[in-house]
């Protein structure tokens, strides 16, 4: 099992990123992918889900209404389009297959690198 993760950087209040994620290893296409992150000395957090082929999604309350949360079967991809982002978005981001679709249950204890997204002017 494998992710990696990419599209993070810097970006002023109100900009946007679009970070993507490419997964391998298991069955893509029936899984629930998920977006998770994790600020310097809090615990990683669920972000958003998307579930396997009825791309249903699920959206913390922080995010809800800013971010939006997309795969793509055939390349084993999900992305996380991040627009409004907020000082408070600052974080290492994450993927990984999730085991619900709205808590934190993070199926795999294989990680990425993640990629780091800093909100500050």
């Known amino acids: 099992v494998q992710f990696v993760e990419s599209g993070g950087g810097w970006v002023q209040p109100g900009g946007s990123l679009r970070l993507s994620c490419a997964a391998t290893?298991?069955?893509?296409?029936?899984?629930?992918m998920s977006w998770y992150r994790q600020s310097p000395g809090q615990e990683r957090e669920l972000v958003a889900t998307?579930?396997?082929?009825?791309?249903?999604?699920y959206y913390a309350d922080s995010v809800k209404g800013r971010f939006t949360i997309a795969r793509d079967n055939g390349k084993n991809t999900v992305r996380l389009q991040m627009n409004n982002l907020k000082p408070e978005d600052t974080a290492v981001y994450y993927c990984?297959?999730?085991?619900?679709?709205?808590?934190?249950?993070?199926?795999?204890?294989?990680w990425g690198q993640g990629t780091q997204v800093t909100v500050s002017s």
């Open positions: 290893g298991f069955t893509f296409s029936s899984s629930i």
């Open positions: 990984n297959v999730n085991r619900a679709r709205t808590y934190y249950r993070p199926l795999f204890d294989a």
């Open positions: 998307i579930t396997g082929f009825e791309s249903t999604t």
